[in-house]
């Protein structure tokens, strides 16, 4: 079956180290996104891309970096220069950049931070 | 810019009552608007969509219309069950690659 896996589901982290979350997707869809989800917030948009080697940043990409050298795979780096990083984090692919085309989730990572 | 409001919850009801849960937009154009479910500890999952004014998304007994006179697109349910207990979220995408969330709404359905 196609669909997006994240890796690890939890990850557990000492304040002022860089960690990177994995997220990879068979669905052959171009473009990938990174949310961050806090309790009771809605989705928060940290960066996306609509192509290989193409990323552009969300509404709070400051101390996070992200890559995408492979179609399939969009790993997203926490670093320590982010300042609250424990979050639930999600990895979303869309197929094309039609209005009705839905977002496609992976079951998210939750990361500590401590 | 865009926008999109959701009825504050949690709500909770008891199985088998009739579910509304409120959404309404503020955007230019015709968005696409969508309903996801989150259950704990996953991802969202796509639950409807309706892409023109006057459709209407359904899918496992919800049903959400597009309303562009009220910009609105409330997710309905006539019989609720324990298993529909999850978080809701309505969303819109305005023709570029980004999507707007309402803050999610809490749904807890007792037996």
């Given at each position: 079956d196609g669909g997006i896996t994240?890796?690890?589901?939890?990850l557990f982290r000492k304040e002022g180290q860089n960690v990177t979350l994995s997220c990879e997707q068979n669905l052959n869809h171009d473009a990938m996104y990174w949310y961050r989800q806090d309790p009771g917030q809605g989705l928060r948009l940290i960066y996306y891309s609509q192509i290989v080697n193409d990323f552009q940043k969300g509404d709070i990409a400051e101390g996070y970096s992200v890559s995408r050298e492979k179609k399939e795979s969009f790993p997203l780096t926490v670093t320590s220069a982010q300042k609250n990083p424990t979050a639930f984090y999600l990895c979303a692919s869309r197929y094309g950049g039609q209005g009705g085309?839905?977002?496609?989730?992976g079951n998210g990572t939750r990361l500590t931070v401590t | 810019g865009d926008s999109v409001t959701q009825m504050e919850g949690p709500v909770t009801l008891s199985e088998e009552?009739?579910?509304?849960?409120?959404?309404?937009?503020?955007?230019?154009?015709?968005?696409?608007l969508f309903w996801y479910v989150q259950y704990p500890g996953e991802g969202l999952?796509?639950?409807?969509?309706?892409?023109k004014a006057d459709d209407k998304g359904s899918n496992k007994?919800?049903?959400?219309?597009?309303r562009k006179e009220t910009t609105s697109?409330?997710?309905?349910?006539?019989?609720?069950?324990?298993?529909?207990?999850?978080?809701?979220?309505?969303a819109l995408n305005n023709y570029g690659q980004n999507f707007v969330f309402g803050p999610g709404t809490r749904l807890s359905v007792l037996p």
């Open positions: 994240q890796s690890p589901k939890y085309s839905p977002l496609h989730f | 009552a009739f579910l509304t849960i409120n959404c309404t937009y503020t955007a230019t154009g015709y968005p696409s999952q796509l639950l409807l969509k309706a892409t007994g919800f049903e959400a219309t597009y697109f409330h997710l309905e349910k006539g019989s609720v069950q324990v298993s529909d207990s999850a978080v809701y979220f309505c």
